[in-house]
């Protein structure tokens, strides 16, 4: 862990303020994949003069491998062997446990005296191979977000894609105040719904969190004064500053992939359109120029191209411009609604919120090449797609017994999960981007 990390995390811990969240959020797994990996985290062997924190490096991978719904981790109670370097493996007794590979390690203190050094190993049981051997150094209070990283190394090594473990996700929670004010606090957890932190707190609606490309900022709506305002907020300082107010609609901002700009949407010329707001120097351009409602802009990875929705055609459908806002284009035609554009780690795959015109609104994925979409979700009032880093999972919101609740599911929909909160709506999930 660097020296900059350790210092971003303990900013996070001390000024993320005002205060934390009330509850963190319980990932529960609707639907897995069948015949999910096996695999076996052996708890880590800990080697460190300080005391040992009651959940385990290993319970932390082993947890997150579990929740992706690509593994079937073993049970700690059905192990018969603990070993923590790969010379003290005997591989006969995991085959016989049916275990395709091993994960094992230890935790040391840190040569400099600050922090642990977290020694893993990953290992074929059928070919006796090391697959992966590094050790990690993390800060003192980082071992949980080492154990992010070390899962995302194991992912990726045997799924073939980057691991999305150490991220972060933001999200609205709404709760009742003296039962009738509502209170809207902006939180911001590990992906596994563990160390929420409250980043803004107010009675008015807060609205459409979005990361900076660096994980460092969020951009969101606020309408603290009585009106909506674009907002960028520092989540590590906490410092804050206005980007948009003007009169009418100041609403869903969107980073560029350079962190440069905020496309946002603005009704300063009466409907709403998209501009665009360099961040260096406050200057504005108008993008799109229409009388019809233009809003929820999203940047290709790729291109770089701007897509956004628009109800020029009658209904909301998503539109594409270059970033000049030239050279316009329809994108969406299949379904008689489709919105909230997000894109993952290509151009190609396009989440949406989609309806086929019978009140029921989804979370669909649009093939901009083979033009097929394809519908992820089953609720009625599905909305807010946001893609995770590496495009493996997208998480939503949706409404569950009167509820706000979270939900993710896989891009190819095989996987599915919950996330509650104890109590309060959850709203408006934003997936960060890989955290360096």
Do not use: C, K
């Not at 969240?21 to 994949?33: M, N, P, T």
């Not at 600050?114 to 074929?124: A, C, F, S, T």
């Not at 560029?256 to 409907?271: F, K």
């Amino acid at each position: 862990m660097t020296g900059r990390r350790l210092l971003l995390a303990a900013l996070l811990a001390l000024l993320l303020l005002p205060a934390l969240a009330s509850a963190q959020l319980r990932i529960e797994i609707v639907d897995g994949v069948e015949g999910a990996m096996p695999i076996a985290v052996v708890p880590f062997a800990w080697d460190s003069e300080m005391p040992e924190p009651s959940t385990g490096v290993a319970e932390i991978i082993s947890g997150n491998l579990h929740r992706s719904g690509l593994f079937d981790p073993m049970e700690e109670a059905d192990m018969i062997d603990r070993p923590s370097r790969p010379t003290e493996v005997g591989f006969g007794t995991w085959r016989l446990l049916r275990v395709d590979h091993l994960v094992i390690g230890r935790v040391t203190d840190a040569e400099d005296g600050v922090g642990y050094e977290i020694e893993y190993h990953l290992l074929d049981v059928h070919t006796g191979r090391i697959l992966l051997s590094q050790a990690l150094p993390v800060g003192a209070g980082d071992l949980r977000f080492g154990a992010h990283r070390v899962t995302d190394a194991v992912y990726e090594e045997l799924i073939g894609t980057p691991g999305a473990f150490a991220t972060r996700i933001a999200y609205v929670v709404v709760t009742e105040r003296d039962g009738d004010d509502e209170l809207f606090e902006l939180v911001v957890a590990d992906a596994d719904g563990h160390n929420p932190q409250t980043v803004v707190r107010n009675t008015q609606p807060i609205l459409s969190p979005a990361w900076s490309p660096d994980g460092r900022e969020l951009a969101y709506v606020s309408f603290a004064t009585g009106r909506s305002h674009v907002i960028v907020q520092d989540i590590f300082t906490g410092q804050n500053r206005t980007v948009s107010s003007d009169r009418g609609i100041n609403g869903a901002p969107a980073f560029s992939p350079d962190g440069r700009y905020l496309a946002v949407s603005l009704s300063r010329g009466g409907s709403p359109d998209i501009w665009l707001i360099d961040l260096e120097n406050d200057r504005r351009e108008q993008l799109t120029q229409h009388w019809t409602i233009n809003t929820e802009p999203a940047w290709a990875p790729e291109s770089g191209r701007i897509f956004f929705t628009s109800d020029r055609a009658g209904r909301p459908q998503v539109y594409s411009m270059q970033r000049d806002g030239s050279d316009v284009r329809r994108e969406t035609r299949e379904g008689r609604y489709n919105a909230r554009p997000t894109f993952g780690l290509d151009d190609r795959n396009m989440a949406v919120v989609w309806s086929d015109g019978n009140n029921d609104f989804r979370i669909a994925i649009h093939d901009r090449e083979a033009e097929h979409l394809r519908v992820l979700s089953d609720g009625r009032l599905d909305e807010s797609p946001s893609f995770a880093p590496n495009g493996s999972m997208l998480l939503y919101a949706t409404r569950e017994n009167g509820r706000g609740v979270l939900a993710a599911v896989s891009a190819d929909g095989r996987v599915r999960q919950r996330l509650v909160l104890s109590e309060g709506d959850v709203r408006e999930p934003a997936w960060s981007p890989i955290l360096r």
